[in-house]
């Protein structure tokens, strides 16, 4: 039960991302064209959305050691958001919401094989398999049938 629930998180997450990607292009063509600007306010608000959870949930800090021990590769989450997002503002309206979505889940699937074939980033091992390349090979012809047909 729980991986299913699991599964409807995940899938809302997805069309949270294709809805950002959609209004932050629209957002970019009412400012003046200016995709920067719409990142920047973009991830302004999720600051503002973060600031309040923090305020309203209250969780307990982390300490100052676990901070600093922490990989270096934990701190990239924010920056490779933050390009994300501005991806989304520069490109959505240019390629279209579909096309752009199939091409960062493209992305992200071959990114992810890679990540869990070397177990990097404190991955558990999952080698690639004929089955996992032929899942993304169905994914990359789902991006071609979306281009193109």
């Known amino acids: 039960m729980h991986t299913t629930i699991f599964a409807l998180l995940a899938m809302g997450a997805g069309a949270c991302i294709a809805l950002q990607a959609s209004a932050n292009g629209k957002f970019r063509q009412n400012i003046g064209d200016n995709p920067l600007f719409a990142a920047f306010f973009s991830i302004c608000g999720t600051i503002i959305t973060a600031t309040l959870a923090m305020l309203i949930l ?5 300490s100052m050691a676990a901070l600093r021990e922490t990989p270096w590769w934990n701190w990239i989450g924010g920056p ?6 501005l991806a989304g503002a520069a490109l959505t309206s240019r390629l279209g919401a579909a096309l752009f979505i199939a091409l960062v889940v493209g992305g992200q699937l071959l990114c992810s094989l890679v990540l869990d074939h070397f177990a990097l980033m404190g991955l558990k091992e999952q080698p690639v398999t004929a089955g996992r390349v032929l899942g993304a090979l169905l994914v990359v012809v789902g991006v071609l049938c979306i281009k193109h047909l």
């Open 58 to 62: 209250r969780p307990p800090a982390p």
């Open 80 to 85: 490779l958001g933050a390009l994300i997002v």
